[in-house]
């Protein structure tokens, strides 16, 4: 294992969470030995990437008040700090499931007005793309996306401008009690030797808890856990392009 290597905080994720986790620290808290580490070979290309770029407004959470609230109050946040990462040139569309759906319309319309979130009947034209038997109701909500090329470039900039160090192709194995109250990162560089990162803060900015590190810290640790992600590329008719349509149908 190479020598022991003094940073202030590590920041273990690449993606936007990570990136912006990594500026803060630098930038508002004004650490001066910040390194992000990514499994990749540039940032945010995994989730970030290829999740569902969704700048979530609440809708999606009629099981979470809390989550839809707080969705709700930081969504404009994030339309005024990146406003040119946003995409708003489509219909957003919400679509109730008649069976197993755990939001029955009427309830997430009163849910949508409880948290204000902007909500209308969606006009017959878009009703008639479903099919009655299976879906209960159809609404238009205020919903945008995200561009995540143009969110990568604003994270690259802002931690070279921060001075943040940057570890590509590089995985985090375990966390550690240090001595004097530090933590020890262990690091594997692709092809290369185990590094071991001593520093004040650890940020596990993985996305949802994929990643589970070995070290001296107790807590649950499943046997598997895995991630499918599917980006289905194709041409759509004309009556489907420019919309983007939710199904809120089971858990």
Request: glycine letters at 6%; charged letters at 20%.
């Amino acid at each position: 294992m190479a020598a022991n290597i003094n940073q202030d905080a590590v920041i273990i994720g690449g993606g936007f969470y990570g990136a912006a986790i990594a500026i803060y620290m630098a930038k508002q808290r004004g650490l001066k030995r910040v390194v992000l580490i990514e499994r990749e070979s540039a940032l945010l290309t995994r989730a970030s990437f290829s999740n569902q770029a969704r700048v979530h407004n609440g809708y999606h959470y009629p099981r979470s008040f809390t989550t839809a609230y707080r969705s709700r109050i930081n969504q404009p946040k994030f339309v005024r700090d990146w406003p040119d990462a946003i995409r708003r040139d489509f219909t957003k569309l919400y679509a109730i499931a008649r069976r197993n759906s755990k939001v029955t319309a009427k309830q997430f319309e009163r849910f949508c007005r409880e948290i204000g979130a902007p909500i209308q009947p969606a006009t017959s034209t878009l009703r008639a793309l479903f099919d009655t038997r299976l879906i209960e109701d159809v609404f238009m909500v205020e919903e945008f996306a995200f561009d995540s090329t143009i969110l990568a470039s604003w994270a690259e900039r802002e931690l070279k401008e921060n001075g943040v160090q940057i570890r590509l192709e590089a995985r985090v194995s375990a966390i550690l009690n240090g001595p004097n109250n530090t933590l020890q990162v262990v690091m594997q560089p692709d092809f290369c030797a185990e590094e071991l990162i001593s520093c004040r803060y650890v940020f596990n900015c993985s996305y949802s808890e994929l990643n589970q590190f070995g070290g001296g810290f107790s807590g649950t640790r499943t046997g598997l856990k895995h991630e499918i992600t599917e980006m289905a590329l194709m041409q759509l008719p004309s009556p489907l392009q420019e919309l983007g349509i939710t199904v809120m149908d089971g858990h």
